[in-house]
């Protein structure tokens, strides 16, 4: 069918594949790579694996970053410019904290959908290590007045009220705007109110480590990872980790409260990354001779009221935007939790992974089977680069359910910051 005839019905979209680079701890082995050079190797790898260089192979490019230099205010297009796809390929930036990387898929999936383009890339990467520095604001607005002066004079008059303490940057820091807590410090307050206790955070994160270090050892991720500046595996990833280990280790968030529980070992770490998967409509794959690995069948967000909400009680905590978007899903879709074989939610703190499971219960939905849950490890292990972690669940959980050789359903589940949740439900029929 060609891309200008109009769709009379809605299509089915095709995950066929992804690849993303190794995660690695912010600081580390990525400290000197950009946004756009993490996400151009990311691309570049899905480039070789499906032979998507040629001209129009790919219909478009969605991918974002949250930590962004204004130097990345047209990233995704700038690395196609880069990449190994035809640079007539047009590209977009997209951004929605941690669900970036998902809100990339459900976009691009959207124009399949429609029939507007026959398959499309959508991706994510961040930095943590080479983040963007501020001038600080009172020197920002000095500088400014300095240049609308009109003569020397008022040029110099404003810039003598610049003072040493002005030149300090501001640095990023990863807090709420409307309350001034971190992200830890908010899901601490989520952890005490559902009674999140440490042992089980430190059993879920033992897991995380345990089941992706199990995936690599068995050649589950040699079409999905592709080695950038010497790694091959995920920094992050510790084999050896257990509950015993991680118990060693101290409280570094909810300091403030009783018995705190959230440790660095029961927390994701900041992480540079970047991850890609490619999206298509079932003639596009089949011309091509590519064999999807599922099908994107549903997707929904949701926000909370995180600051004036019901927080203390553990309802509207920052990151608990799933525990109402996932049921809301499953009632459109006329599905429960036992209908899925798999269940992906991104760890961004073990303790916010157990609310979540605890708030589904309290909606009506039945008990997740842990056997089920990110059985190839998730965040806790990986790492979690903000805008690649979409990206890199779904390309995971395309592939997991392909290898099970028939018929299945996976849900996802991310939450991010702002109060917000991503969700989706892939299907292999």
């Known amino acids: 069918m060609s891309p200008l005839e109009p769709v009379r019905t809605v299509r089915r979209v095709a995950v066929v594949g992804g690849t993303r680079i190794p ?7 990525y400290a000197t790579a950009s946004d756009q050079q993490m996400l151009t190797a990311a691309l570049d790898g899905l480039a070789e694996r499906y032979d998507l260089a040629g001209p129009g192979a790919v219909g478009e490019f969605v991918a974002g970053a949250v930590l962004k230099h204004s130097r990345d ?56 290590s080479d983040a963007p520095l501020g001038v600080n604001d009172t020197l920002r607005r000095i500088l400014l007045e300095a240049r609308r002066a009109k003569s020397a004079g008022a040029r110099l ?44 955070q430190d059993a879920l994160a033992a897991t995380s480590h345990q089941r992706l270090a199990a995936a690599y050892d068995r050649g589950f991720f040699d079409d999905l990872v592709v080695p950038f500046r010497g790694l091959a595996r995920d920094q992050n990833l510790r084999p050896d980790s257990t509950p015993d280990k991680l118990a060693g280790l101290k409280p570094v968030f909810g300091l403030d409260g009783p018995e705190p529980t959230m440790t660095a070992g029961n927390s994701t770490p900041l992480t540079d990354g970047a991850a890609t998967v490619l999206l298509a409509s079932e003639e596009w794959a089949e011309a091509r001779d590519l064999e999807p690995l599922a099908y994107l069948t549903a997707y929904e967000t949701a926000a909370v009221d995180f600051v004036h909400g019901d927080v203390a009680d553990g309802e509207d905590g920052l990151l608990m935007a799933p525990a109402y978007a996932v049921p809301r899903m499953l009632e459109r879709a006329g599905l429960g939790i036992g209908d899925f074989d798999l269940v992906e939610i991104h760890e961004a703190f073990a303790s916010q992974v157990l609310a979540t499971l605890a708030a589904w219960e309290k909606r009506g939905l039945a008990p997740v089977d842990r056997d089920r849950l990110n059985v190839a490890g998730s965040s806790l292990a990986t790492g979690h680069p903000f805008a690649a972690t979409g990206a890199r669940i779904v390309a995971t959980l395309a592939k997991l359910l392909a290898e099970r050789g028939g018929p299945g359903r996976g849900l996802i589940s991310v939450c991010a910051a702002g109060g917000q949740g991503v969700t989706a439900i892939l299907e292999r029929p």
């Open 23 to 29: 995660f690695a701890r912010s600081d580390g082995p």
């Open 157 to 200: 008059r404003a810039l003598a009220k610049v003072r040493p303490g002005h030149l300090v940057p501001d640095i990023p820091r990863n807090a709420e705007p409307r309350t001034g807590l971190s992200m830890g410090e908010h899901a601490a307050v989520t952890a005490r109110a559902w009674g999140i206790g440490r042992q089980a």
């Open 73 to 128: 205010f047209n990233l995704a297009r700038e690395t196609v410019l880069g990449s190994k796809l035809d640079a007539r390929t047009p590209a977009y930036d997209i951004q929605q904290a941690c669900g970036t990387g998902l809100q990339a898929v459900i976009a691009a999936a959207n124009k399949i959908a429609l029939g507007q383009t026959e398959s499309a890339v959508a991706g994510g990467a961040d930095t943590a």
